[in-house]
Each structure stands twice: as structure tokens, then as C-alpha cells.
């Protein structure tokens, strides 16, 4: 995703950065969110992602299923 279209959701729907998080589940995605500084929440669970690669890049917020994702966002919201 390119950054330019988190803004537009961000703006879009009157969301502040820190009330806003990305799954994404390419290294792209997290640079998008870097540029905008927002989460970026890594689907690991996908064929195309290189593991070790997300776990350089965004080593907090890696996720390895979904169940594991569903158990942070509760505790997070």
C-alpha cells in the first residue's frame, strides 16, 4: 500500500494516527506506515512474506495467525 492512500483513509475518516493500525503482510506495507508513522501490524500467515525479512524490519508486530492478531487487538482496544 502506498502511503498516500493511509493518508486519504486517515483524513478521509477524521482517524489520528495513533488511534489507526495497518495489516499488511508485505515488507511495503511497512514502510508505507513508517512514512506516516502508524502501525503496522505484519500478517505472517501469508505464502509471499519473508519471515525473517518482517522480523528486521518490524520485530514488535509480527503476527504468525490470525487468532494470535485478534488476541492483541482485544487487549489493545
Do not use: Q
Not at 489520528?16 to 505484519?42: I, P, Q, W
Amino acid at each position: 500500500m502506498e502511503y498516500n492512500n493511509i493518508i486519504k483513509l486517515l483524513k478521509r475518516y477524521c482517524i489520528n494516527k495513533d488511534e489507526f493500525c495497518y495489516v499488511g503482510d508485505a515488507l511495503s506495507d511497512v514502510v508505507a506506515c513508517r512514512e506516516v508513522s502508524v502501525t503496522c501490524l505484519s500478517a505472517a500467515w501469508s505464502n509471499g512474506v519473508g519471515l525473517e525479512e518482517l522480523k528486521k524490519i518490524n520485530p514488535n508486530h509480527i503476527f504468525n495467525d490470525v487468532c494470535s492478531l485478534k488476541i492483541f487487538l482485544e487487549g489493545t482496544i
